[in-house]
């Protein structure tokens, strides 16, 4: 089972401060560990010979020493990861959608690019996905929302002196029955009025913020269609157009010669 990022978080020591780098990426000439030339053989590592067999001839001595390279010749390119599982699939891959989690392959493609020499694909592959919302359906969407809560406000005020005229009708004694919480009792006419204008008024209302909904999401999947139709199919209906026009005026021209 794959430990928990918070479990390695908890049990990593402390550094001290001390800088802990991920990958490093190192570049430049390189310098030989043996600056005066190749060490001497040591006697003592020459394997033995097993019993029963001729010692193997020595290797002829090189007539000239051949000059030590000290330095590289061409910079160095090495990439060095502190990771020796983060291609694992278990690491970056959604097993769910089947998709990438992380960016640990476009970072090993990015590193081969790099060290091949060459670094054209690398901010592609790095570019984070970024949703490029238009505009115009979202100011129209900002605006239809303040016009809508502020209709709702004052739908609410209604209602709440409506139900404020319900109140006084109590207080004044006036709710003997049904207001009085008898709920068998039979509602005086200006108690029935009252409660008719209030469920009439509370439909209206309902009604009118449900309208208000539908024609906001009308006027944006028209905008929507509008834009789709532009994007995909006008370029191609002009070209298609062009080629028709183009087709005529050959035909017409062959048919005068």
């Given at each position: 089972?794959?430990?928990?990022?918070?479990?390695?978080?908890?049990?990593?020591?402390?550094?001290?401060?001390r800088?802990?780098?991920?990958?490093?990426?190192?570049?430049?000439n390189?310098?030989?560990?043996?600056?005066?030339?190749?060490?001497?053989?040591?006697?003592?590592?020459?394997?033995e010979?097993?019993?029963?067999?001729?010692?193997?001839?020595?290797?002829?001595?090189?007539?000239?020493?051949?000059a030590?390279?000290r330095?590289?010749?061409t910079?160095?390119q090495?990439?060095?990861?502190?990771d020796t599982?983060f291609?694992?699939d278990d690491?970056?891959v959604?097993?769910?959608?089947?998709?990438?989690?992380?960016?640990?392959?476009?970072?090993?493609?990015?590193?081969?690019?790099?060290?091949?020499?060459?670094?054209?694909?690398?901010?592609?592959?790095?570019?984070?996905?970024?949703?490029?919302?238009m505009?115009l359906?979202?100011?129209?969407?900002?605006?239809a929302?303040?016009?809508?809560e502020?209709?709702?406000?004052?739908l609410?005020?209604?209602?709440?002196?409506?139900?404020?005229?319900?109140?006084?009708?109590?207080?004044?004694?006036?709710?003997?029955?049904?207001?009085?919480?008898?709920?068998?009792?039979?509602?005086?006419?200006?108690?029935?009025?009252?409660?008719?204008?209030?469920?009439?008024?509370?439909?209206?209302?309902?009604t009118?913020?449900?309208?208000?909904?539908?024609?906001?999401r009308?006027?944006?999947?028209r905008?929507?269609?509008?834009v789709?139709?532009?994007?995909?199919?006008?370029?191609p209906?002009?070209?298609?157009?062009?080629?028709?026009?183009?087709?005529?005026?050959?035909r017409?021209?062959?048919?005068?010669?």
């Open positions: 089972m794959r430990p928990s990022p918070m479990d390695i978080y908890n049990m990593w020591p402390a550094s001290g401060g800088v802990e780098n991920i990958a490093v990426r190192v570049s430049g390189l310098t030989t560990a043996f600056p005066n030339g190749a060490p001497p053989v040591d006697a003592a590592a020459t394997p010979t097993p019993a029963g067999e001729q010692p193997a001839a020595p290797a002829p001595a090189p007539t000239e020493q051949a030590a390279l330095t590289s010749t910079p160095a090495i990439v060095i990861v502190a599982d291609l694992a690491f970056y959604d097993p769910q959608s089947g998709g990438t989690a992380a960016d640990n392959a476009s970072f090993a493609l990015n590193a081969i690019d790099v060290l091949g020499g060459s670094d054209a694909l690398v901010s592609l592959r790095s570019r984070a996905p970024s949703e490029r919302a505009k359906l979202t100011d129209m969407e900002r605006d929302q303040r016009r809508i502020s209709r709702q406000r004052e609410e005020a209604d209602l709440q002196e409506t139900r404020t005229r319900l109140d006084e009708l109590q207080a004044r004694g006036r709710g003997s029955g049904f207001f009085a919480g008898d709920l068998g009792a039979e509602l005086t006419p200006e108690e029935q009025a009252e409660v008719d204008r209030y469920q009439a008024r509370e439909g209206e209302i309902r009118e913020l449900r309208g208000l909904v539908r024609d906001l009308g006027d944006i999947d905008l929507q269609a509008l789709i139709f532009i994007n995909v199919w006008l370029a209906l002009l070209i298609a157009v062009a080629g028709l026009f183009l087709f005529w005026r050959r017409r021209g062959g048919a005068a010669r």
